[in-house]
């Protein structure tokens, strides 16, 4: 109570300010926000990162992006009260936010202060808020309330809107998996490593190591002998785990300047109760060192790498919707959207190494069932492969 109390004077404090320092059309107007008359947004008490994560900054939003599950925003000074809120992030790089998350739990706890909370994506994403393909930076939230008719309104129903930008700080890399997940370790053993946020907008590399803790004993790191940023959704790293490496199991990690991606084996303090371990999605990602037997060739594509890896919705010039998909893709094969077949499939940046493409455009009826599970079926006997896909249209 005592914080709340507090919070409350803060803000009747700023919103005096805020109106007495902006001229009154501005005063009277919610539909063109400036950065006067934008409320103040922070974060709850505490926000749980991943170890070596940057920490949220204190009364700040800088750093959410990486928080773990749900988090909890306190918005003072509105110029109105909102029924709705969302927050939308820039999911391409092009400086423009377009992928939007609304809030759950609106709260009007009074007239200067409202609560509401960015909740964790499950099923796909039960540890994070955020979509793989927002990498942070500036984002922009949007305040809505929607009044119907009635006696007390004799304008008839109407809606009020004010979006305002918002700093989400910078995600640290995202590891989804790693393939293969075990292997011969008296030989060198190639991993390809799917995640996202590997590159920042412009292509500045957001990896600069990449590396495996021991399981069962966190002072033994192996560094990756190389590796290379194939795309944001994609490394392929060189391990020399070493024949001493045998029956040991390692957690794998890409750490860069933003941070270190999450793996956890124990969740830290003021983590949300019920927030997963391992990475975002609720998965540990590992390697197990085996006998020769079980061994891969460190030369060669590993066997059981799926083909779907990544996927990304962007907006061309002209409007149109196009969803791009990274793995390794042949011609004559299919895919399906939530089961829907796309209009038009185009394979791109064909290898002859491997006789595969790396990326797949989709256009044509994406929009209609996205988010939704993606299926990719060979030409030939394979299995299908499939990939949860969270981007969603915007308008």
Same mark, same amino acid.
């Given at each position: 109570m005592k914080r709340l109390a507090v919070r409350t004077t803060v803000a009747i404090v700023? &919103? *005096?300010?805020?109106?007495? *320092?902006?001229?009154?059309? /501005?005063?009277i107007s919610a539909s063109s926000a400036s950065s006067?008359? #934008?409320?103040?947004?922070?974060?709850?008490?505490?926000v749980a990162v991943a170890p070596n994560q940057p920490a949220v900054e204190p009364q700040s939003?800088?750093?959410?992006? %990486?928080?773990? #599950?749900? /988090? $909890?925003?306190e918005i003072v000074g509105c110029l109105f009260s909102p029924t709705a809120i969302s927050v939308a992030c820039d999911a391409n790089g092009d400086g423009l936010p377009e992928l939007s998350i609304p809030l759950k739990d609106v709260t009007i706890v009074n007239r200067f202060l409202v609560e509401a909370t960015l909740p964790a994506l499950a099923p796909q994403l039960p540890g994070s808020a955020f979509p793989l393909a927002c990498c942070g930076g500036i984002a922009s939230i949007t305040l809505t309330r929607t009044v119907g008719s009635g006696d007390d %309104? &004799?304008?008839g129903p109407f809606t009020q809107s004010q979006t305002c930008p918002i700093d989400l700080g910078i995600r640290a890399p995202v590891v989804i998996s790693a393939t293969p997940s075990g292997g011969d370790c008296a030989v060198g053993q190639n991993l390809v490593i799917p995640g996202s946020c590997f590159l920042?907008?412009?292509? $500045?590399?957001? /990896?600069?190591? &990449?590396?495996? &803790?021991? *399981? %069962? %004993?966190p002072g033994h790191v192996i560094q990756s002998s190389r590796f290379i940023i194939l795309n944001t959704n994609l490394i392929d790293a060189l391990f020399d785990f070493g024949p001493a490496s045998e029956g040991k199991t390692f957690l794998i990690f890409a750490s860069g300047p933003n941070g270190t991606s999450r793996n956890l084996s124990a969740l830290p303090a003021q983590a949300p109760q019920g927030c997963p371990l391992g990475n975002e999605q609720g998965v540990k990602v590992t390697f197990t060192c085996k006998g020769g037997a079980g061994g891969s060739d460190p030369g060669g594509t590993p066997a059981d790498i799926s083909d779907l890896l990544s996927c990304r919705l962007e907006r061309n010039s002209s409007g149109v919707f196009i969803l791009t998909l990274t793995g390794r893709f042949q011609e004559g094969a299919s895919v399906s959207i939530g089961g829907v077949a796309p209009k038009k499939i185009k394979l791109k940046n064909f290898d002859p190494v491997t006789n595969r493409f790396s990326r797949m455009t989709l256009k044509g009826r994406v929009c209609g069932s996205l988010p939704a599970s993606i299926v990719y079926f060979p030409p030939d006997s394979r299995p299908a492969s499939t990939l949860q896909c969270l981007e969603r249209c915007t308008n």
């Amino acid at each position: 109570m005592k914080r709340l109390a507090v919070r409350t004077t803060v803000a009747i404090v700023l &919103v *005096q300010f805020v109106f007495s *320092q902006a001229p009154a059309a /501005v005063r009277i107007s919610a539909s063109s926000a400036s950065s006067l008359d #934008c409320p103040v947004i922070l974060t709850g008490p505490s926000v749980a990162v991943a170890p070596n994560q940057p920490a949220v900054e204190p009364q700040s939003t800088v750093g959410i992006i %990486n928080a773990l #599950c749900d /988090v $909890k925003l306190e918005i003072v000074g509105c110029l109105f009260s909102p029924t709705a809120i969302s927050v939308a992030c820039d999911a391409n790089g092009d400086g423009l936010p377009e992928l939007s998350i609304p809030l759950k739990d609106v709260t009007i706890v009074n007239r200067f202060l409202v609560e509401a909370t960015l909740p964790a994506l499950a099923p796909q994403l039960p540890g994070s808020a955020f979509p793989l393909a927002c990498c942070g930076g500036i984002a922009s939230i949007t305040l809505t309330r929607t009044v119907g008719s009635g006696d007390d %309104n &004799v304008f008839g129903p109407f809606t009020q809107s004010q979006t305002c930008p918002i700093d989400l700080g910078i995600r640290a890399p995202v590891v989804i998996s790693a393939t293969p997940s075990g292997g011969d370790c008296a030989v060198g053993q190639n991993l390809v490593i799917p995640g996202s946020c590997f590159l920042l907008a412009g292509g $500045k590399p957001n /990896v600069t190591s &990449v590396f495996a &803790v021991e *399981q %069962n %004993n966190p002072g033994h790191v192996i560094q990756s002998s190389r590796f290379i940023i194939l795309n944001t959704n994609l490394i392929d790293a060189l391990f020399d785990f070493g024949p001493a490496s045998e029956g040991k199991t390692f957690l794998i990690f890409a750490s860069g300047p933003n941070g270190t991606s999450r793996n956890l084996s124990a969740l830290p303090a003021q983590a949300p109760q019920g927030c997963p371990l391992g990475n975002e999605q609720g998965v540990k990602v590992t390697f197990t060192c085996k006998g020769g037997a079980g061994g891969s060739d460190p030369g060669g594509t590993p066997a059981d790498i799926s083909d779907l890896l990544s996927c990304r919705l962007e907006r061309n010039s002209s409007g149109v919707f196009i969803l791009t998909l990274t793995g390794r893709f042949q011609e004559g094969a299919s895919v399906s959207i939530g089961g829907v077949a796309p209009k038009k499939i185009k394979l791109k940046n064909f290898d002859p190494v491997t006789n595969r493409f790396s990326r797949m455009t989709l256009k044509g009826r994406v929009c209609g069932s996205l988010p939704a599970s993606i299926v990719y079926f060979p030409p030939d006997s394979r299995p299908a492969s499939t990939l949860q896909c969270l981007e969603r249209c915007t308008n």
